[in-house]
């Protein structure tokens, strides 16, 4: 793909990156098997953890968690009201703002913990990286932001989130629809949006302006992206996928290059027309 020759004027060294559609990959470039930082994707590994123990009825996504009158819901769709590195900090009640938080997705983690006897990484390990196949993929330290893997292995996530066969097609739809909508809140390093929609752990585009996917995505494009310089997102309307690991933390490289080239990605996709509307603005 033409669209993939921009990473190399990124700015952000060696970048490993990949589009895929349902069929698989379409194209990859750079270092694919080199393991790096996922940041806060690591929270979408998160969301596939508890999504799992759902399926297997170990806990529900409404069980009590968090502060008092939160949900598992409201933790993994930051709407608990925890502020973002601490869980005894209580910003506002359950479900009336969007307020990111480290700590909430802490503690959906330490729920599952509590649900299903076993530490979070040798859960998410058996109950999803190692089905997925991937191997390079660990999390040592938070379920919010610690998480490690090589471009090659973010690939079957991204596969999983475009056309699940771990979890059951209902339960991925389920959890990438806004949780309590009509929240407004702030997309760190793009600003406050409202509505600022967030699903169970995705990130969901909605219609934010600007955003980092874009304006030729669908409102359904969901996803997440990390201060490490990752990203991974999924429009279900296209049926197409992109991640990409870099070597450069998230700045305002990030916020010029990274909307550009998923435009250029679906326009190249016969997906996107900059004569038409913006779907996403």
Known sequence: MRALDAVEHWGAGDVAVAVLDRNGVIDARGPLAEVRPLASVTKLLCAMAVL????????????????PGSTLRHLLSHASGCSLDDPGRILAAPGK???????????????LESCTGLAFADYLGSGVLEPLGARSCTVEGSP??????????????????????LLAASTLESARRVAFPGLAGVVPGFGRQDPCDWGLGFEIAGHKS????GRWRSPETFGHFGQSGSFLWVDPQAGVACAALCEVPFGDWAKAAWPAFADAILSELGLGDPGLPATGG
Request: net charge negative.
């Open 52 to 67: 799992v123990a759902s399926e297997e009825g170990a806990l529900t996504i409404d069980d009590e968690a968090g502060p």
């Open 97 to 111: 703002r969007r307020i990111y938080s480290n700590a909430g997705i802490e503690l959906a983690a330490a729920h």
């Open 144 to 165: 919010a932001k610690d998480g490690r893997a090589s471009l090659e292995d973010l690939v079957p996530l991204a596969a999983e989130l475009l056309g699940p066969r």
């Open 210 to 213: 600007p955003h980092w996917t």
